[in-house]
DNA sequence: GTCTATAACGAGATAGAC
DNA sequence: GTCTATCTCGTTATAGAC
């Protein structure tokens, strides 16, 4: 078994994740059955249950590619160039991404249900924003760090209004079929990171 | 019929109303059924579909009153003598007392349900994002006249970004089962507002 | 208004042949 | 790995008695 087969990117496992990836983003977990998914593969519900047992266990294996493949992201947004203010409008641009193709992000869905998920896919969305939590807080303590990101308190803290607000932005977007809505409010919402002039109120 | 019994809020479909919503903020329009809101009232779901015809119906009715209490609890706090800084934190407390008790806010868990959703109830939906950005859009504006509120560009953006990053503390906080989780954002969020010091930057 | 009873359908899952 | 066939259960909804 190849890397890619491991992380569920190729053969019929992966094509089960993609058309259910795109119905959970897009209906939530509860709204999308094996039936819809089978249907749309041109297979019958028996064969997505030898792939995945139960709709349990398709979903945690949801969650976790999803997680890879948005730390990737965040790892090819860490390997590049870019200042830590540019690094902010590339995490904002993979939100954007998702939501292009009318997807809300896998995990703020996946929180909207949260109270119907089974324990093993709940500590994985909480590991999920977690994971973005601890990437955001580094590259804010380093944009402040520099002097080219100000902000009040914790980095901890404004990375999880960061995240809360792309989220929610996303999540209110998707009922006006608008991405540039989205796209408005992260722009403004990165730009409160930007003023610094809490730093150098009246003079000496 | 009394103005109260009108706005559904005495009798047995007003009981059915206050089941049927908390199970949705907690659970979302497809994670609850007529047989959950019956069993809980000791009735049986032939008399649920007798006040509601059907989920749409129910859902309209749960859309509708919830969106007259937020317009209420939005005249109360223009009814006070609060000033517009005031006057958002009690917004953004609104939203606090929803999350109390575990719920996400009504017309943000149908945000994420929104592509399942029968016409009329996605129309109540985004009505109530409108209706929430009208309002502060006006505060947003009165704010920036007196010089106690500080933003760029127009108010309508910076009241999508507000709605939106509210809704999204909601929808992660609850995971994470911390509504202080939801009151950090909310009040750095709206320290946003106060800086203005692009209007005095070093002063005397 | 609320009940019993039941219809009609879909969802999740399993057994066993191929 | 995928199929047919089947099972069980839950959900939505209706008919008609009380």
Redesign the interface.
């Known amino acids: 078994m190849t890397a890619r087969q491991a992380a569920g990117e190729t053969g019929t496992a992966a094509k089960i994740l993609d058309v259910a990836e795109r119905l959970v983003q ?3 977990f ?2 999308f059955s094996y039936a819809d998914v089978a249907a749309e593969l041109g297979v019958t519900k028996a064969s997505l249950h030898y792939h995945f047992p139960g709709k349990a266990e398709l979903g945690e294996a949801l969650i976790n590619r999803y997680a890879i493949r948005f730390a990737e992201a965040l790892q090819a947004i860490d390997a590049g160039p870019l200042d830590v203010r540019a690094k902010l409008g590339s995490y904002a641009a993979v939100y954007a991404d998702v939501l292009q193709d009318n997807r ?1 992000c896998l995990c ?2 996946l ?6 998920l089974p324990p093993a896919m ?1 500590t994985a ?2 590991r999920f ?1 977690d994971d973005n939590e601890t990437w955001l807080e580094r590259v804010l303590e380093q944009g402040a760090g520099e002097g080219a990101l100000h902000y ?2 914790r980095a901890r ?2 990375a ?2 960061i ?14 079929g608008d991405p540039d ?1 989205f796209r ?2 992260a722009k ?2 990165l ?2 990171l930007d ?1 610094g ?2 730093t ?4 000496p």
Chains 1, 2 share one sequence.
């Open positions: 897009s209906r939530g509860n709204g809300m703020g869905m929180a909207a249900d949260y109270e119907t709940r969305v909480v924003f009040e308190g803290d404004q999880q209004l995240i809360g607000a792309l989220e929610g932005a996303m999540l209110v977007a998707r009922p006006y809505r408005a409010a403004r919402l730009a409160t003023g002039n809490e150098r109120v009246s003079g």
